[in-house]
């Protein structure tokens, strides 16, 4: 797997695996920067609090995105207000303004060293057939009060038809944020493990989460952390969610202008300098897990040479992220049934902000108070599965599924070193991949989270799944997504299918 400059800049300490039954009164499940500021949150707050992570702190995708900290997130106030009313949207707004100003109060007060900086973020467009979209975005922006212009150029060499800049926005070093958030909430008394691994979920008054190494831990309250939710609870997340990957290249550039952009059509084009770095990340190359296996990297290289005249490319990494069918977050309670699991997930690629509003949503309902942004974050609306987009994403799910199921597989191996296939061997199919060293490995490629069959990635020489989104290295260990179990090998029993609905 490629390595982010952010993770590489930022190495964090390393905190033990747990390696005992346990018992807290709340747990979070995940190290990401949802999870981090929810155990920051509850520690500051004097309760008792342990968190877990499957890897690392920090390297989920909190560790591999833009780092951008804006209210700017495309048109998301046009269609919110268009779903739900202006009043939705204004809620929307409040709390990723709040979000922003978290960010750069708490890095101030804990001294996180997390190059936070204030700077004007531009949404441009440079399609006829997006124009009126972005003027009629700009009309909402307006009507909420937004520190924000309508311009007809950038300063950056796009020519553009139009574009909002919006003032007092932020840009940060996300990892170094959430490193500098959990050593803060250790210090609270707040535990901390890592390499530790959800595999079952039985809710309850008390819950009991299983490890992967056996113990388990007994919790009053669970906050789901995990990106996608590790336990659905039959809320449907599977269903509510798209994942979508996005790939971001970094060049060296020592001048750049104070702003991050980013344009509203298809393809996406997102800059964002590290100017501490003097390097310009370019982020785009959007695509559904599992569906698009192109040179992503080359495509968004050809893109800065063309533009910028530079092609010297210093990192380059990919990510995912899940979209809600409207668009709108998920944080609060899992499901309407228990009182004591909450969750943060479907940020749409802008989860710097909308996981501090999700931390601090969980966290007002934590403390029995009420929270005005509940209603608009809950899985309890319907509009978002009364759309098209809900009845299209799932009938892709199932076309997936199915096509998969009847996808033989080449007999023949492929010969070359670094190359993935679906191959069938003895009748068998199976995923085969040739290292360097000539080691060969043949995983099954049934997915272990609710049963598709999985896609080779050539780009992270990865087994990906088409319909929710998981990840396996060639070996079969898991990347990433709501599968629990690794892939089994050719000579072991068939993969155990565990979906987590329940
Ligand atoms: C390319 C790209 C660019 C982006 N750029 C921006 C940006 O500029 N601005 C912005 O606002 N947002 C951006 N985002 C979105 C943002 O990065 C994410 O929404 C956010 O980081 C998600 O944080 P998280 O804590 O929910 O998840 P993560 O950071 O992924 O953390 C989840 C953690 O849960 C752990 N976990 C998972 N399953 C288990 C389990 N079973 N047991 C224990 N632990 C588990 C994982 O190991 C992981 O550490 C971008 C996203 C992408 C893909």
Known sequence: MNVPY???SAEGRTYDALNEDHTTDYLVIGGGITGVTCLYLLTKSG?????????RIGYGTTGRNTGKATVQQGYIYSNIEKRYG??????YYEINVRAIQFIEDV??????????KRLPAYLFTQDEASLGKLKREYEICQKLGMDCSYETQIPIPL??????KMNHQAQFHPKRFVDGLAQKAAEQKGRIYENTRVVDFQPGKECVIRLENGKTITARHVIIASHYPC???????????????SYIVAVEMEEFPEAHFINIEDPTISLRHIPEEKLLLISGENHKVGHDDDDHYQKLT???????SKYEVKYQWSAQDYIPHDEVPYAGYLNSDYKNIYVGTGYRKWGLTNSIAAALIIHDLIKGQESPYEELYSHLRVKDIVSLNFLKENADMAYQWLAGKLTLGESELPMEKGVGAIVNVNGKRCGYYKDEADNIYLVDITCPHMGCELKWNSQEKSWDCPCHGSRFDYKGNVLEGPAEYGLNGYREAPNKVNPQIK
Request: aromatic share 12%; net charge neutral; with cysteine.
């Open 159 to 164: 020519d553009v038809l139009g574009a909002i």
């Open 47 to 55: 309760l008792d609090a342990t968190l877990i992570d499957a890897n």
């Open 86 to 91: 202006i009043e939705k949207a204004r809620e």
């Open 302 to 308: 050809d893109i800065v040479k063309r533009v910028f």
């Open 107 to 116: 890095s101030r007060e804990c001294g996180i060293d997390c190059q936070f």
């Open 231 to 245: 336990y659905d609870g039959k809320g449907f997340y599977f269903a509510r969610l798209k994942p979508e990957r």
């Open 6 to 8: 952010w993770i590489k």
